[in-house]
């Protein structure tokens, strides 16, 4: 083994997590992709505006455009739109009333990805905060979370968020102290970031015990810091490495359960654009139309694929259980095989160390 | 109204595939394919395909088209349709009554005698007395359109509510076949009540609860048989259909197979490979088989008008439609081509409430805009900022199914182009009717259409009449209370359906007055396809333009 390597059994510095990072060309490009998908969207406006010469709801049913100098309609009498014309105008198409596919995409992509990353955020936030309480405290706290999380848990999570979403759709949510309307984007974002709060919440949980029973915590305490302070200062940030490892792949898991809410029309709604809703849109018009499903749906599996592989790089790297099988696969010869998903209790667990 | 909201939606992907595996595996109903050959124990089949299940097979209870479409010829009623093509078809004719009423007591009371010899399809004899326990049965099992029975027969909204054993308004002679019907108020479309399948006779012995599997014996060139709930069931000739003999109602030659086919793609290859012989006249064709049904198919595939409108309701309760120049601006900017094409062109661009063809539709122009042009969008602009309305939010309600969803994206982005800040409510088909007709919803501007119940103005006429204003399951959407067109309303629907032709200036009137008044801002009238397979003889099959194809028609080539 190499001398400069980092041992198996103790933590990854920072700076050595990112070193190693950067020398894994797999996640080198699955960044890449995510980034270029990121930037493409977030120039969605620049491109509808200046391009494309309309925005993502603009109608253009009975228009025409001029296409190797004839005149062509945007959606023809018996009501198929146009494919791509590979021009600035309906660069990937129209769909059925006539609205810029291109256009839509890449404002679809800002609402699935802004969609996506908020419902990551509450889903980390929450489960933190449950995590800490229900593994510092413990007892009938640590109950009550634990059995709230199972009753989460124990629904299928698409069939939870279609309930969440159809219910809320209409009338949207009236918490008193906030309001989100029916159209709102945070309604999808909070429905999907609650229904995976256990996906995340039970191995952090597990952690946080573990932790609690550490020399260095029982040091802390017995030094006079209060518990609360403690769990902040010597607990949290050992939880680090475990959250680094599952924003990508809850935000991979994200990204898919947004598209198919609002496939089903239970997330983003009209006539906001999102990719699960174009795929929707464009299945009624299957064969005909069959750039309706493809321009969505390649964006969403580049998307998925770059986070999801990004996930899987950085669990290798900072999971020592991982590493340990890869160096083991590497001495034999071997290429690993894809790693599955951490079920809710075995989630990656690199050893603690205390807060410095 | 939503009763008979018809569903215009492909089905999802994923019910599709489910569908196409489930027909892969040869689990797709009992309905057998069209081969139909003739059989040595019975007469040649023929396979009909519906886009979705009928509601119930049960005629007190079923109230969807598809529904009726199947037990009309199975459950006749006192009276029917003719089965003719366009505008003859709407002609009522007596069917199990020997003539048309005697109307008298000042057009209250209907009075009129059974055909003599009747039976029902499992021999049993007809009684008059079964007419009451039909109309009784379809109160008790509260059918969808019960409010036609208990609104105008003396004594059946009492029965109702329990408050009487029997209907006091229906007296029967069961030894002279002598029926007597009295109405609360004159009302000229009650003829039209009788001629539903709910008004079709059952024997008196029937139960009274649902029967949706095993429907009860009727009068009628058809029997129920064979109900795989949601799958299939089968149209067999009734067997004591030929000693009936009613006039104007053909004799069947081919048994009905109904296959229910969700996927609308499987169900157009199926009739163009003969596979099944008559396609679901409910669903559009999808783009590619209207393509094939063009080109390859143009001697057995025709457009046929059907009594429906399309329109989106402005609510004139709360701003901005409570302001006349606002509405007109919206239908001013109205693009109905393009709602045509979004239909797949099986729309017909219109202005006015009542449906080309029938009674009552007007032959003038429309006072706001033509119904063929895109639309006048500067005009509109300026009528917006005439009535000081610009800038105001407005909420449009849709479906989400297809070409619903669309038809809102576009009249959304037409607000905001004259000057409206629309926002987009587009829910589940399955409870979007619900919402939009209850009051308290107050859904400002939506989507809606409207399929006859019956070919009388005067069905239609709910929809902006502020009579039918009630706090659910409201038909007046827009809450207008327009006295010109309550009071007109409340007169012509005394006339019997007999002088309805001398009545049609009246209607016009009244119809041009409320194109003016703007209420809903019509986009135009549905259509419906004709496609058989090729073994069927296209041009001999009927088709009603109240319940669709008239399977007695059908016959091999």
């Known amino acids: ?356 | 109204m939503s009763s008979r909201m018809r569903s215009l939606s492909p089905a999802p992907l994923s019910i599709a595939a489910i569908a196409a595996i489930v027909a892969a595996l040869g689990l797709g109903g009992c309905g057998g394919s069209g081969g139909g050959a003739s059989t040595a124990s019975g007469p040649a089949s023929a396979t009909v395909l519906d886009g979705s299940a009928p509601d119930s097979l049960d005629p007190q209870v079923g109230i969807t088209t598809t529904s009726m479409e199947a037990t009309w010829n199975v459950y006749l009623g006192l009276y029917t349709y003719a089965r003719a093509n366009g505008s003859a078809g709407t002609h009522l004719i007596p069917a199990l009554a020997a003539e048309l009423p005697q109307v008298s007591d000042k057009d209250t009371l209907y009075t009129t005698t059974l055909r003599k010899g009747l039976h029902f399809s499992n021999g049993a004899p007809v009684k008059a007395s079964d007419f009451t326990y039909a109309i009784e049965r379809a109160i008790r099992l509260n059918w969808g359109d019960k409010s036609f029975l208990t609104e105008h027969i003396v004594g059946a909204e009492a029965f109702d509510e329990h408050k009487a054993s029997t209907i006091s308004g229906i007296q029967t002679d069961d030894g002279s076949g002598k029926i007597s019907i009295k109405l609360t108020s004159p009302y000229g479309a009650f003829l039209n009540v009788l001629a539903f399948p709910a008004a079709g006779l059952v024997p008196s012995n029937t139960p009274m609860k649902a029967q949706p599997n095993d429907p009860p014996p009727g009068v009628g060139p058809y029997e129920i048989e064979h109900v795989v709930p949601g799958k299939s069931f089968e149209e067999a000739i009734n067997p004591h259909w030929a000693k009936e003999a009613i006039p104007g109602i053909p004799t069947p030659q081919l048994t009905i197979d109904v296959k229910v086919q969700s996927n609308v793609g499987t169900q157009a290859d199926e009739v163009f490979d003969g596979e099944a012989d008559l396609y679901d006249w409910n669903t559009p064709l999808p783009p590619a088989a209207l393509q094939q049904a063009k080109r390859e198919a143009e001697d057995r595939y025709s457009v046929e008008s059907v009594a429906q409108v399309s329109f989106f309701f402005l609510n004139v309760s709360k701003p901005p439609f409570n302001n006349l120049q606002a509405r007109q601006a919206v239908v001013e900017a109205l693009n109905r081509p393009a709602y045509e094409r979004l239909a797949s062109g099986y729309l017909k661009p219109g202005c006015y409430l009542l449906p080309p063809g029938l009674i009552g539709h007007p032959s003038s122009p429309c006072p706001y805009g033509d119904p063929e042009s895109t639309g006048d969008v500067a005009k509109a602009k300026e009528l917006v900022q005439q009535s000081g309305t610009a800038g105001e939010e407005v909420t449009v309600w849709g479906p989400a199914e297809t070409p619903h969803r669309e038809f809102v994206d576009n009249f959304a982005q037409m607000l905001d182009a004259i000057g409206y800040k629309a926002k987009e409510k587009v829910i589940s088909p399955s409870t979007y009717y619900g919402a939009v007709t209850n009051v308290k919803t107050g859904a400002q501007v939506g989507f809606a259409e409207y399929t006859q119940d019956f070919p009388n103005p005067v069905d239609f006429y709910q929809l902006i009449d502020g009579d039918f204003i009630q706090p659910e399951g409201n038909h007046d959407l827009s809450l207008a209370r327009d006295p010109v067109i309550d009071n007109g309303v409340k007169e012509l629907a005394q006339l019997p359906a007999s002088e309805l032709p001398q009545a049609a200036s009246k209607w016009e009137a009244l119809e041009r007055h409320a194109a003016q008044q703007a209420y809903v801002a019509v986009i135009g009238y549905q259509e419906a396809p004709k496609l058989t397979s090729e073994r069927i003889d296209f041009g001999g099959l009927v088709f009603s333009p109240v319940y669709g194809p008239d399977w007695t028609t059908l016959k091999l080539k």
């Open chain 1, 1 to 356: 083994m190499d001398a400069r390597a980092p041992s198996l059994s103790a933590p990854i510095p920072r700076r050595s997590a990112w070193r190693l990072l950067l020398a894994e060309p797999t996640a080198i490009g699955a960044g890449c992709v995510l980034v270029l998908i990121v930037v493409l969207c977030l120039l969605a406006p620049v491109y509808a505006k200046d391009i494309a010469h309309t925005g993502p709801d603009a109608t253009h049913v009975t228009e025409t455009i001029s296409l190797g100098g004839h005149p062509h309609d945007v959606v023809s009498p018996t009501g198929v739109p146009t494919g791509p014309t590979w021009h600035s105008r309906f660069l990937l198409g129209a769909d059925k009333t006539g609205r810029d596919v291109a256009v839509r995409l890449l404002y679809g992509g800002r609402n699935s990805l802004e969609i996506a990353a908020l419902a990551t955020l509450i889903t980390m936030v929450l489960a933190i905060a449950l995590a800490l309480l229900a593994g510092w405290f413990g007892g009938f706290l640590d109950t009550l979370i634990c059995r709230l999380m199972d009753l989460i848990w124990s629904y299928p999570v698409l069939l939870l968020g279609v309930a969440l979403g159809v219910t809320l759709a209409i009338d949207g949510i009236d918490l008193g102290f906030v309001t989100l309307h029916g159209g709102s984007l945070l309604l999808p974002a909070l429905i999907i970031g609650v229904v995976y709060i256990p996906y995340m919440g039970r191995p952090l949980r597990a952690r946080v015990l573990e932790l609690r029973r550490s020399e260095f915590v029982d040091a802390a305490l017995q030094q006079g810091l209060n518990g609360g302070r403690v769990a902040l200062s010597e607990i949290l940030p050992n939880l680090t490495s475990n959250v680094v490892v599952f924003a990508p792949l809850l935000l991979a898991n994200a990204i898919l359960l947004e598209a198919g809410l609002s496939f089903l029309g239970a997330g983003v709604q009209a006539p906001a654009p999102s990719w699960g809703t174009m795929i929707s849109e464009g299945t009624q018009l299957m064969p005909e139309a069959i750039h309706l499903v493809l321009a969505p749906g390649l964006m969403l599996l580049a998307a998925v694929v770059a986070a999801n592989l990004l996930g899987d790089t950085l669990r290798d790297l900072l999971d020592p259980r991982s590493r340990r099988r890869r160096v083991r696969a590497s001495a034999r010869g071997l290429t690993l095989a894809p790693l599955e998903l951490p079920p809710p209790e075995a989630g990656p667990m690199p050893p603690a160390e205390p807060a410095r």
